[in-house]
């Protein structure tokens, strides 16, 4: 009873860690890349710091993911990523020239490249059996950590000012670091130790490798719509930073239910390649569809309909991704997974501000929904024992 009893508080504060650890990092995202604007950077610029999170996810993540296994020191290096958090939080409030705020937001990548442990160490509080669960709910744990965070940010930025929402996230980082003294350290498997051949085989996984490559385009095109530059094209159609958080969280808010349900339902029920089919076209029309309105309101609800995409692409993606490497692995396995679609958060804000400097936006929105559909002919194209 004693043992259940601390696995479920384990499991709850766990949880708690999980929504503080994003919330930290996402608070000033909706007025994050119009504060840029405001300072002077060009949408080329703009880009590059949007860019530089997903650059250092895509260096970091795998070596954390290899050392948390390695020394299974997970409590550490979740620790360390809230105290990136902190650290992104007060350079922001500290720099005043644009190029520098390259750095500012790379501080927050080192953050978010802990993710694989959170959501590994979360998983292990679940049996084997439930692991698809276990992933649907950390990954509705993130959407629940932003969603509150970037609509409070617009209602912060709106009363305060911009600067405020960095105050918010180092206080959010300083409550998380402060909660893990009553988390104890995830027990993660009791098997042999690690050795350089597991690692090797893990890396070949054909599952692993290929549902990867699939979360670069789903990157792409959130890195280029809802969390890249569409808050500054509301921002030109004259939305207010309240607006802009509304916006932002309307595009994690079905996130929560869209990946807490994609293992139950949408691969039990709807059947795994049917989702992701759907998720894809959902995600690149919403892009597509950037081109033909100017209304403030139809933009919020093609946010919505983003967000349905995002939460059961992330999950599904992710739970296919490392459903078949052995428990030991699975923070270094999540976290390959994650670094691979780093490449996508890199580029995607590069490409589409480049392509809008060159042209305008709408073409940025046009190109970055035809490149999205590359992954909908990959998924529709291969050849893959059922998943349901």
Not at 113 to 129: D, G, K, P, Q, R
Not at 145 to 156: C, D, N, R
Not at 370 to 377: D, H, N, R
């Amino acid at each position: 009873m004693q043992n259940k009893t601390n696995t479920a508080r384990q499991k709850v504060l766990m949880y708690i860690a999980i929504c503080l650890m994003w919330f930290s990092i996402y608070v000033y995202v909706p007025t994050l890349s119009t504060y840029c604007e405001d300072m002077g950077a060009s949408y080329t610029l703009i880009g590059t710091i949007l860019s530089s999170y997903g650059f250092v996810q895509m260096l970091c993540r795998l070596p954390i993911g290899i050392l948390s296994d390695v020394t299974r020191k997970r409590k550490l290096f979740m620790l360390l990523g809230l105290g990136f958090a902190l650290a992104s939080g007060a350079s922001f409030l500290l720099v005043n020239y644009p190029p520098l705020l390259v750095l500012c937001r790379a501080l927050s990548g080192f953050c978010a490249s802990t993710w694989a442990v959170y959501m590994i160490s979360f998983s292990s509080c679940f049996s084997e059996e439930e692991q698809p669960k276990a992933m649907g709910l950390a990954s509705a744990g993130m959407f629940i950590g932003q969603v509150p965070a970037t609509f409070l940010g617009g209602v912060i930025a709106q009363m305060w000012g911009e600067q405020a929402t960095f105050i918010a996230a180092i206080v959010t980082a300083v409550i998380g670091m402060v909660l893990f003294f009553g988390i104890a350290e995830p027990q993660i498997g009791d098997k042999q130790p690690v050795r350089l051949r597991d690692f090797a085989r893990m890396a070949t996984n054909r599952n692993l490798v290929f549902y990867s490559l699939m979360a670069v385009f789903m990157q792409i095109a959130l890195y280029t719509g809802a969390s890249g530059f569409i808050p500054n094209v509301l921002k030109d159609l004259g939305a207010s930073n309240f607006i802009l958080g509304l916006a932002t969280s309307l595009s994690s808010l079905p996130a929560i239910f869209s990946s807490a349900l994609s293992g139950s339902f949408f691969r039990q029920k709807v059947g795994a390649k049917k989702s992701l089919l759907g998720a894809f076209v959902l995600m690149a029309g919403t892009l597509a569809a950037m081109v033909i309105t100017d209304s403030i309101w139809v933009i919020l609800l093609i946010l919505l309909l983003s967000g349905v995409a995002k939460g059961l692409l992330q999950s599904m993606l992710n739970s296919m991704a490392v459903e078949e490497i052995q428990p030991q692995l699975r923070s270094t396995a999540a976290a390959f997974f994650q670094s691979v679609y780093g490449i996508g958060m890199t580029i995607g804000p590069i490409v589409a501000g480049a392509i809008a400097d060159a042209s305008d936006m709408n073409t940025a929105f046009l190109a970055v929904a035809g490149i999205t559909m590359i992954a909908f002919v990959c998924i529709l194209l291969k050849k893959e024992k059922q998943h349901n």
